[in-house]
């Protein structure tokens, strides 16, 4: 676990990068959704794992965030969606570090992206006919908190840089 002193220098190099940055575009990369079992009604349990990657070129970073959402009843799985966002954006600073990346996507990139994963969630969920499900919200103060537990780790930067 970083130190409190660690982790103010890794929210300081982010927020260098935040000044700097520039959103290009968020787009939906993917999307797949699989129904199991239609039998069992709410409540549901739900799980939510993400899989962040980063790729950085010059003065560009493109952040990937996979989501993948189970909802189960009574230990059977009723459906799963998947589905990834992608965040471009282009900075003005000569070189970036991995921490400064890496702290920059775990804090504002998925504070960014999370509401369109959301929305996408509650909107599948509904179309395959069960109660749209809500993802908890969280907030930037959410995400720095997860980050200084490591409860959100840093991803290893994609290192064919374009």
């Keep these: 676990m970083q130190t409190s002193d660690e982790f103010a220098q890794s929210l300081r190099l982010a927020s260098t ?18 129904v199991f079992n239609r039998r069992l009604d709410p409540p549901y349990d739900v799980s939510t ?14 952040f990937q965030v996979a989501y993948e959402v189970t909802a189960e009843a009574e230990g059977e799985e009723i459906f799963k969606i998947k589905c990834e966002f992608q965040a ?19 804090v504002i990139v998925l504070a960014t992206l999370h ?22 919200s969280f907030d930037t103060k959410d995400l720095f908190l997860l980050l200084s537990e490591e409860r959100i780790q840093k991803p290893p930067l994609d290192e064919n840089y374009n």
Excluded: C, Q, W
């Excluded at 935040?18 to 999307?31: Q, V």
């Design 115 to 136: 509401p369109y994963a959301r929305e996408l969630v509650h909107r599948v969920s509904s179309d395959l006919g069960f109660p749209g499900l809500f993802l908890d």
């Design 49 to 62: 794992e993400l899989e962040p990657s980063i790729s950085v070129a010059e003065r560009e970073v493109t």
């Design 88 to 106: 471009g954006y282009s900075h003005e600073l000569e070189s970036v570090s991995d921490e400064m990346v890496s702290t920059f996507g775990n």
């Design 17 to 34: 990068l935040h000044r700097s940055a520039k959103l290009r575009g968020i787009r939906l990369n993917d999307l797949e959704a699989k």
